[in-house]
């Protein structure tokens, strides 16, 4: 019963270093999602994707990039961190289009990611 | 644009009191409309949606939102919590064509139940 699965949980960085967020689901969705979290902000879509092989921009797509490979996998990375990155990592999946359909989406756990 | 306000950043109360927390909501075509809830340290999860007809929606654990085109709001509400509700609560709202990136959240009401 796993669901969406995101990959590390927690993980503090330097300012400068690099990482990768992986999440994958097990429930065939065609949509997947990411989105951070910060205090009084609600969450922002970074990054989406409608399909294996394609990705799009969100809201605050700037310092990060994404790929879909494999249906079920979405990577988020960065490539150079900073403090700004200093957030709560949240990847999503829905089987419809949340917005034509009204398609729900399912959620990760979360991963904690502070860049010193 | 659209925007969602939801107007009360917390709300405290005490078990077994009813509650309503706030949602409105910004935008001049026809939209879906959600509630998630996220417990301490998981994930969101949906609460309920409104997508078309009754504009009286009822979800999990109890909850129901009413609709209201004329006040574009979208409020939350429980006759009676207990100390398991405790948790943060988001409003969301998409618009009703295809883009699979238009659904806007909230910035959260944390809800906080007193023994």
């Known amino acids: 019963n796993a669901g969406v699965t995101q990959t590390p949980k927690f993980r503090v960085l330097k300012t400068g270093q690099s990482m990768t967020l992986l999440c994958a689901q097990d429930?065939?969705?065609?949509?997947m999602y990411w989105y951070r979290q910060d205090p009084g902000m609600g969450l922002r879509l970074i990054h989406y994707s409608v399909g294996e092989g394609t990705t799009a921009k969100g809201e605050v797509p700037d310092g990060y990039n994404v790929s879909r490979l494999k249906k079920q996998n979405f990577l988020l990375g960065l490539e150079s961190a900073a403090p700004s990155q200093t957030s709560v990592y949240f990847c999503?999946?829905?089987?419809?289009?949340?917005?034509?359909?009204?398609?729900?989406?399912?959620f990760g756990e979360g991963s904690r990611l502070t860049v010193l | 644009a659209q925007s969602v306000t939801q107007l009360d950043s917390q709300v405290p109360v005490f078990e077994e009191a009813p509650v309503e927390l706030r949602c409105n909501y910004s935008?001049?075509?026809?939209?879906?409309l959600f509630w998630y809830v996220q417990y301490p340290n998981q994930g969101l999860q949906l609460l309920l949606k409104y997508l078309s007809g009754s504009t009286l929606v009822k979800g999990i654990n109890g909850f129901e939102a009413e609709f209201n085109k004329s006040q574009t709001s979208f409020h939350l509400r429980k006759p009676s919590v207990h100390i398991s509700d405790t948790a943060e609560y988001f409003c969301?709202?998409?618009?009703?064509?295809?883009?699979?990136?238009?659904?806007?959240f909230g910035s959260g009401t944390r809800l906080s139940i007193r023994p």
């Open positions: 999503a999946s829905s089987p419809l289009a949340i917005t034509s359909r009204g398609g729900e989406l399912f």
């Open positions: 969301a709202v998409s618009l009703g064509y295809s883009s699979a990136s238009k659904i806007i």
């Open positions: 935008s001049s075509v026809s939209v879906y």
């Open positions: 429930m065939n969705h065609e949509y």
